[in-house]
């Protein structure tokens, strides 16, 4: 199994930045993927960006040139760094990674962009 942590977010100012971070522990060489996902007031879960463990990022349309995808193996950690933050950014975090055995989340963590 692989238990996967968030820290980060808070508070910030529309056009301010926020750092991300998903830690990995338990069984993390099977992990194959670590995404970053969102929950939006009304809206269903959606997919803010991709990270394979060969190092390949992919990131959602409405998020690219403001965030950046990036992991850290040593520390068994990937962080989202979110700059250029806009109101509709607002929502849950949440980290999920694919393993060899399956799916594991994150309990999510609260970004609020606002005045």
């Known amino acids: 199994q692989v238990q996967v942590v968030e820290f980060g977010g808070g508070l910030v100012q529309p056009g301010g930045s926020a750092r991300l971070s998903c830690v990995a522990s338990g069984s993390v060489s099977s992990i194959l993927t670590v995404g970053w996902y969102r929950r939006v007031a009304g809206k269903a879960r959606e997919l803010v960006g991709t990270i394979s463990n060969s190092g390949t990022t992919n990131l959602a349309d409405g998020v690219k040139g403001r965030f950046t995808n990036s992991r850290d193996s040593t520390r068994n950690t990937v962080d989202l760094q979110m700059n250029s933050l806009k109101p509709e950014d607002t929502g849950v975090y949440y980290c999920?990674?694919?393993?060899?055995?399956?799916?594991?989340w994150g309990q999510g963590t609260q970004v609020t962009v606002s005045s």
């Open positions: 999920g990674t694919i393993t060899l055995t399956g799916g594991y």
